[in-house]
Nanobody, 127 residues
Framework: QVRLVESGGGSVQIGGSLTLSCAASRGTFSNYYYYMAWFRQPPGKERERVAGIDSNGITTYAEDVKGRFTVSKDNAKTTLYLQMNNLKPDDTAMYYC???????????????????WGQGTQVTVSS
């Protein structure tokens, strides 16, 4: 069973930085193709994918975070990361990591394409 646990959220000022971590249970980063992603959900809005990385290390980003966010993974630690720089108020949200279903690829934007989710970590950006 895949278990995902996020950490690293908090409150920062505009322009600040945070690094989120997602510790995954053993075997989550399998020998087969898989896709991992970070989603966020602002209050009252739908969950959206902000960044993803596949088993080959290929990354994808939403347009509004390109150049500011970096997704990475450490296979040995079975941990997914999201480095967030130059944070803006619009980045305020609950952030979740997720593992895609067997068919999920970097084209998978819908939460319905993801089978496993962490509990989320809150990021708040204010002036």
């Amino acid at each position: 069973q895949v278990r995902l646990v996020e950490s690293g959220g908090g409150s920062v000022q505009i322009g600040g930085s945070l690094t989120l971590s997602c510790a995954a249970s053993r075997g989550t980063f399998s020998n087969y193709y898989y896709y991992m992603a970070w989603f966020r959900q602002p209050p009252g809005k739908e969950r959206e994918r902000v960044a993803g990385i596949d088993s080959n290390g290929i990354t994808t980003y939403a347009e509004d975070v390109k150049g500011r966010f970096t997704v990475s993974k450490d296979n040995a630690k079975t941990t997914l990361y999201l480095q967030m720089n130059n944070l803006k108020p619009d980045d305020t949200a609950m952030y979740y990591c997720a593992k895609g279903k067997s068919w999920a690829t970097r084209s998978s934007l819908s939460p319905d394409d993801f089978a496993y989710w962490g509990q989320g970590t809150q990021v708040t950006v204010s002036s």
